[in-house]
């Protein structure tokens, strides 16, 4: 429980808050009184902090290059989603991922391919589905693939340790 300010207190806090302009984007409202301690308006208080559900993070600069050394060799398991439908290739993924995760694989190369002009379907979903809450608990990151593992057709994902599911 918070203490009453003494009137001392209150009679500074008058002299302070009369030197003091808000800022024209954001004004305060504060309640003061001799009982009552001081509070913010609860609509000036800030928001809670909400889990990210938006894009995927990039896999860390370092953490991609032990990838493709690593993949150079002993290559990486890879799934090739080409020539499938978006539902036929978003449950071929969350399998291979689930199963990839489950033998405590650290990376993998999903080959999505460029599309006819360059933007293809499934390489413009891969991203979304990776950041559904599905996969988003074993997915790290993802970038995309060296040119000998794809390039801009394939990305490299990289998924959490198994005990660090949050």
Same mark, same amino acid.
Request: hydrophobic content about 40%; cysteine-free.
């Given at each position: 429980?918070? /203490? ?5 207190? *209150? ?37 809670? /902090? ?8 990039? =896999? ?6 032990? =990838? ?7 290559? *990486?398991? /890879? =799934?090739? *989603? ?28 999903? =080959? ?11 390489? /413009? ?5 990776? $950041? ?12 995309? $693939? ?5 390039? $801009? ?5 990289? *998924? ?7």
């Amino acid at each position: 429980m918070a /203490r009453r300010p003494l009137p001392e207190e *209150l009679k500074l806090w008058v002299q302070v808050t009369a030197t003091v302009r808000p800022h024209p984007e954001k004004v305060v409202r504060s309640v003061v009184t001799a009982d009552a301690p001081l509070r913010l308006d609860p609509k000036d208080a800030p928001k809670p /902090r909400v889990l990210p559900k938006g894009p995927l993070d990039s =896999i860390e600069p370092n953490r991609r290059r032990r =990838i493709v050394v690593q993949a150079k060799g002993d290559p *990486l398991r /890879r =799934i090739d *989603l080409h020539g499938m439908t978006q539902s036929a290739a978003r449950q071929a993924l969350v399998g291979f991922l689930t199963r990839a995760f489950e033998d405590h694989d650290r990376a993998v190369l999903v =080959i999505t391919g460029k599309g006819v002009q360059g933007d293809g379907v499934l390489r /413009r979903m891969l991203p979304q589905w990776l $950041a559904e809450p599905e996969l988003r608990v074993m997915v790290a990151g993802m970038s995309l $693939a060296d040119p000998h593992h794809g390039g $801009a057709g394939a990305a490299y994902v990289a *998924l959490k340790r198994r005990g660090k599911l949050t």
